[in-house]
């Protein structure tokens, strides 16, 4: 069974710092771009983050660049998330999912919209508050 599972969200204090996994099961990552998303409360889910199969290309949107850091880890199947400079404004659920397809805009990568990911998982909670 294909299956994506998120974990590493918390209660943070502004300033703070978390590191969110994203682990596969049942298929490999190494074919798939990753995607990070996150939905707040009677907002709609926005993309934060992607990186390509390889790892060798990434994107932020630009409410986190330079906050946000996307990786992935082939030997453990995982994709990670790096957030440093935590906002009250990142508090929401975060989801990652996998899409086996990559589009590029010249040699940027293109995260794209939610409805073109083939596998979710059920997202993480991260909370920023003093």
């Known amino acids: 069974q294909l299956q994506l599972v998120e974990s590493g969200g918390d209660l943070v204090q502004p300033g703070g710092s978390l590191r969110l996994s994203c682990a596969a099961s049942g298929f490999s990552l190494d074919y798939f771009g990753v995607g990070w998303f996150r939905q707040a409360p009677g907002k709609e889910r926005e993309g934060v983050s992607c990186i390509s199969a390889s790892g060798g290309s990434t994107n932020y949107a630009d409410s986190v660049k330079g906050r946000f850091t996307v990786s992935r880890d082939s030997a453990k199947n995982t994709v990670y998330l790096q957030i440093n400079s935590l906002k009250p404004e990142d508090t929401g659920r975060y989801y990652c999912?996998?899409?086996?397809?990559?589009?590029?805009?010249?040699?940027?990568?293109?995260?794209?919209?939610?409805?073109?990911?083939?596998?979710w998982g059920p997202g993480t909670q991260v909370t920023v508050a003093s």
């Open positions: 999912a996998a899409d086996p397809r990559e589009r590029y805009d010249n040699d940027d990568l293109v995260c794209g919209e939610p409805r073109e990911y083939d596998y």
